[in-house]
């Protein structure tokens, strides 16, 4: 299995830019570009909890669990 983050998705659908979320959150605009990029290997709870009450939503909407395709298989 794979998580994927869906902040490019949640940005886009409530019309936010990375640059709107890094001054409403205080995090770093590196760390939001990498996030929504899906260029980072781990998250803080903290960033989590900044996140999910800037965009106004829980943590099951920013992190996804995607299964991997099997090997061989289409």
Do not use: W
């Not at 979320?21 to 900044?50: C, M, V």
């Not at 939503?57 to 090997?71: A, F, M, Q, S, Y």
């Amino acid at each position: 299995m794979a998580i994927r983050v869906r902040l490019r998705d949640l940005l886009e659908k409530r019309g936010m830019a990375q640059t709107e979320l890094q001054a409403r959150s205080g995090l770093g605009y590196s760390t939001i570009n990498a996030l929504y990029h899906e260029k980072t290997e781990r998250i803080e709870f903290a960033t989590l909890e900044k996140l999910c009450e800037v965009l106004a939503c829980d943590v099951g909407e920013i992190l996804e669990r995607v299964p991997e395709k099997k090997r061989g298989r289409p």
